[in-house]
């Protein structure tokens, strides 16, 4: 496993993500399109672990899920359940911050057709392992999809086939909760895979988990 490695903006470690990352920046000169930062304070008492940036979200505003289709259900939760200021994620300027919450992506940069290679999620994991020693004793890690579960699971040092992913799980990891969801993708959402109640149930789980 690799060792535990503070989130670099000019990674490159990644030859097809960086060649990709250039061409976008060429396409769209006004798009971040470099590694996306995590987005809230460290300590938080909540991670969620998303996949990666989309093209015309996080890779153009470098926040988060800022942006994307995603977002719209999510930061609409946050909101709801006390982990954010306002319901809404425009831009990376409009005043929203996260309250005990703190979101990243499995993998920092935007893969072309959103499929990050299994050696790009594997070369991210340090990022992600620095990123989940960072969650306090007793909190709470969100994985959003498969992708995000398996990567959490490997930056734990814990076996795949011991932990499978299952929607709404609650497993205890390392001192703290780990809950599965299916991502709160554009096609999941509109294919009723996820809905509102399902994810707003994660989040109760989650509030319990954290003694709230």
């Known amino acids: 496993m690799a060792a535990q490695q503070e989130f670099d903006q000019h990674c490159r470690q990644c030859p097809r993500l960086s060649d990709f990352l250039d061409q976008v920046g060429l396409d769209y000169p006004e798009y971040h399109a470099r590694p996306v930062a995590p987005f809230g304070a460290e300590q938080s008492r909540l991670l969620i672990v998303g996949l990666a940036p989309g093209l015309h979200g996080a890779n153009a505003t470098g926040r988060p899920f800022t942006g994307d289709h995603a977002g719209i259900l999510l930061y609409e939760t946050l909101f709801q359940f006390g982990f954010s200021n306002q319901p809404q994620s ?37 990022f992600l392992k620095a990123e989940l020693l960072s969650v306090p004793e007793n909190g709470a890690i969100l994985a959003l999809g ?3 579960h398996r990567a959490v699971i490997k930056a734990l040092n814990l ?3 011991e932990f499978p992913f299952k929607h709404h799980t609650v497993r205890r990891v390392t001192d703290r909760f780990l809950i599965d969801s299916y991502h709160c993708s554009r096609y999941n959402t509109q294919t009723k895979r996820l809905t509102v109640e399902m994810f707003q149930n994660v989040f109760e789980t989650i509030k319990t988990c954290l003694g709230q």
């Open 159 to 161: 076996k795949q086939a």
């Open 90 to 126: 425009r831009h990376r300027d409009d005043g929203l911050q996260l309250i005990d919450c703190r979101i990243t992506n499995a993998v920092k940069c935007l893969p072309p057709a959103n499929k990050p290679v299994g050696s790009e999620v594997d070369q991210c994991n340090s």
């Open 146 to 148: 498969l992708i995000a």
